[in-house]
T-cell receptor
């Protein structure tokens, strides 16, 4: 079946512009995660959605970052007024559920964001 | 607080040689541990996981790892590597009781040379 998909695969933007990154999780997966992979910081958790519960936003680095998940499926990560330090690969993952015994997270290929 | 340390940022090795990628963790609670692999320009793929039970865990592509509670380690091993194993490898542990979100080590770049 289809895995996690992300779009665009690459995004180049100018400093100060807003960007939107999209994630389509595996159908039926109720948990969705965003991570950021950058040279200086490695792989970092950003935000987590589980069903209809309020998202865990504890990893968002600043208020320029926000995310939403519509209809419990597709998620969009928005970065406002991008800065050069936002340049990174943004990875999305989904799993069947996020509570109790660990469930494997399936990762998308990522969106490479370059802020000039 | 939980944390993960990967002791080697780069590991060069010749084809068909054995390899060990080191991972140490810090946790005061029951531990789940994972190894992920990232091939160039791709997302992460789960190699293997330790949840409970046998401390020797076998994963895909001939990799295995051993959970050692006394040494707080979860080193990844393969007896004979292939060129196709060239990738970045990440050790990870979930934040305790926080929905499964992961803390990753800094990654180890495995480079297999002919």
């Amino acid at each position: 079946g289809a895995g996690v998909s992300q779009s665009p695969s690459n995004k180049v933007t100018e400093k100060g512009k807003d960007v939107e990154l999209r994630c389509d999780p595996i159908s039926g997966h109720t948990a969705l995660y965003w991570y950021r992979q950058s040279l200086g910081q490695g792989l970092e958790f950003l935000i987590y959605f589980q069903g209809n519960s309020a998202p865990d936003k504890s990893g968002l680095p600043s208020d320029r970052f926000s995310a939403e998940r519509t209809g419990g499926s597709v998620s969009t990560l928005t970065i406002q007024r991008t800065q050069q330090e936002d340049s990174a690969v943004y990875l999305c993952a989904s799993s069947l559920r996020g509570r109790g015994l660990y469930n494997e997270q399936f990762f998308g290929p990522g969106t490479r964001l370059t802020v000039l | 607080a939980q944390s993960v340390t990967q002791l080697d940022s780069q590991v060069p090795v010749f084809e068909e040689a054995p390899v060990e990628l080191r991972c140490n963790y810090s946790s005061s609670v029951s531990v789940y541990l994972f190894w992920y692999v990232q091939y160039p320009n791709q997302g992460l793929q789960l190699l293997l996981k330790y949840l409970s039970g046998s401390t020797l865990v076998k994963g895909i592509n001939g990799f295995e790892a051993e959970f050692n509670k006394s040494q707080t380690s979860f080193h990844l091993r393969k007896p004979s590597v292939h060129i196709s194993d060239t990738a970045e490898y990440f050790c990870a542990v979930p934040f305790y009781n926080q929905g499964g979100k992961l803390i990753f080590g800094q990654g180890t770049e495995l480079s297999v040379k002919p």
